[in-house]
């Protein structure tokens, strides 16, 4: 699948996203090195801190599948500019993915900006900086 498709279904998905309170859906589409598609779509809940990004439900229905090797993810919503990852997202992403991994962040008028994990998320805290027995 192309950056271009993965684009399409990435604003798509947000048909999906169950956003009563924020009335604000985001899709996400994460492709594995093999070429299996996982989207997500953001899904709140009224004890709002439960809420859940729809880059992490794209990224936890990929992990609980058993994937491990990631190409490349997009993310969209109706914004003026391409849609910024949350800070919690970016720290997910950063866990499983390569830090030259690209992450398209785009909005409905296709405007695309694109970012490796390293620019999204730099000096990030990563697994290796946990003592070497915790790793
Ligand atoms: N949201 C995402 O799903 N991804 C982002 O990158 C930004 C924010 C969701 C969380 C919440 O459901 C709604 O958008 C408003 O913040």
Known sequence: MQKEQLIEEAIN????AYTPYSKFPVGAALRTKS???YL??????????VSCCAERVAIFKAISEGETEFDEMAVAADTKRPVPPCGSCRQVMSEFFNQDMLIHTTNIDRLVKTFTME?????????TDLPADEQ
């Open 119 to 127: 620019e999204l998320l730099p000096f990030s805290f990563a697994p």
């Open 40 to 49: 997500g779509c953001n899904i709140e809940n009224a004890a709002y801190p």
């Open 13 to 16: 998905i947000r048909n999906h």
């Open 35 to 37: 070429g299996s598609v």
